[in-house]
């Protein structure tokens, strides 16, 4: 089992700074995080490349 990667977000609403932690271990995943400051729902997309490295993209649930 591998250890949850740390990655810094940007939230569409508030533009707050966010601190998320995702999953290396599975490749291509999207799921709905809350955003810690402005309660809003932000769909999170996160890709894992054959190095383990995570790229995530984050838009507000509406668009």
């Known amino acids: 089992m591998s ?6 977000i940007q ?3 508030c533009w707050e700074t966010l601190d ?7 490749a291509d995943q999207e799921y709905v995080e809350d955003c810690q400051v ?6 999170v ?4 490349d054959e190095n383990l490295t995570p790229t995530v993209d984050v838009r507000a649930e509406n668009e």
């Open 11 to 13: 939230c569409p609403y």
């Open 20 to 26: 998320i932690s995702v999953d290396p271990s599975v």
């Open 38 to 43: 402005c309660c809003q729902p932000i769909v």
């Open 45 to 48: 997309h996160v890709v894992v």
């Open 3 to 8: 250890a949850l990667d740390s990655v810094l």
